[in-house]
């Protein structure tokens, strides 16, 4: 009796140990998504010396997108409801000096960070200083508007 228990375990155990693995990664990657969020885009400023990272983070019926700078988390959207194509045009987008990054959600600047100060921009300040346009705009091609 004890030799077929012996067996039997010795046999379950490869499959047990294969099914566990192969379901050890997407519940890590959920419960990632759950409580950290997913990364959206990571992106360099461009003088180097700050590196700005979007998430997004999902709830049951809403998500949040956090702002991460240099590792901190500087800002967390309020609760956004999802929309039937799932589409925000979510982006960061740094200013030339590489000192002000933005989060742009559907071509708004809803939120400003200066890395340097490490502080968030107020009303007003977003104005002083030239964003450059979306990162694949300026970094992989070039590209002629319909219009020019």
Known sequence: MKRRV???????AIPVAFLC????KPVFDFM?????????????????????????KNNLADFNFIVTVDGRRVYESPDLMPFFD????????????????V??????HVFAYDAN???PLTKGELSRYTLYPQPSDYVYV???DIDE
């Open 103 to 108: 989060l742009e959600l559907m071509g708004k």
């Open 117 to 119: 100060q490490q502080r």
């Open 86 to 101: 799932h589409e925000y045009r979510e982006t960061l987008v740094w200013d030339t000096s590489g000192r002000i990054v």
């Open 142 to 144: 070039t590209l002629q």
């Open 6 to 12: 012996l067996w039997f375990v010795r046999v379950a």
């Open 32 to 56: 990632c998504v759950l409580t950290v969020g997913r990364t959206v885009q990571s992106i360099d400023s461009p003088k180097g010396g700050h590196e700005a990272t979007l998430l997004r």
């Open 21 to 24: 693995g192969a379901a050890a």
